[in-house]
Nanobody, 115 residues
Framework: QVQLRESGGGLVQPGGSLRLSCAAS????????VAWYRQTPGREREWVAT???????AYADSVKGRFAISRDNAENTVYLQMNDLKPEDTAVYYC?????????WGQGTQVAVSS
């Protein structure tokens, strides 16, 4: 059973930083891609960043230069370091992977950027 569990969300002021974690079980983050998405009420889920097994990564233009995705194979966890946060980054953040064609999502973690 593949499970993803996000943590690390919270309330932060504009310009602040947060680090989100996505802890995986039932699969290895070193052998599967892991992506971060975010969603705000009334809007479709938006892709944020992806880290593939070979180490390549990609970011949405809206977060490029501010967010960084990484992983710790020993902890089987993928991280999303978010710097210079803006109010428009406010959303529920989800991590996502696909194993043998089956898609998996975590339960999400809320990030709120407000003064």
């Amino acid at each position: 059973q593949v499970q993803l569990r996000e943590s690390g969300g919270g309330l932060v002021q504009p310009g602040g930083s947060l680090r989100l974690s996505c802890a995986a079980s039932g699969t290895l983050v070193s052998t599967n891609f892991v992506a971060w998405y975010r969603q705000t009420p009334g809007r479709e889920r938006e892709w944020v960043a992806t880290l593939v097994s070979g180490g390549a990564f990609a970011y949405a233009d809206s977060v490029k230069g501010r967010f960084a995705i990484s992983r710790d194979n020993a902890e089987n966890t993928v991280y999303l370091q978010m710097n210079d946060l803006k109010p428009e980054d406010t959303a529920v953040y989800y991590c996502h992977t696909s194993v043998r064609g089956v898609k998996y999502w975590g339960q999400g973690t809320q990030v709120a950027v407000s003064s």
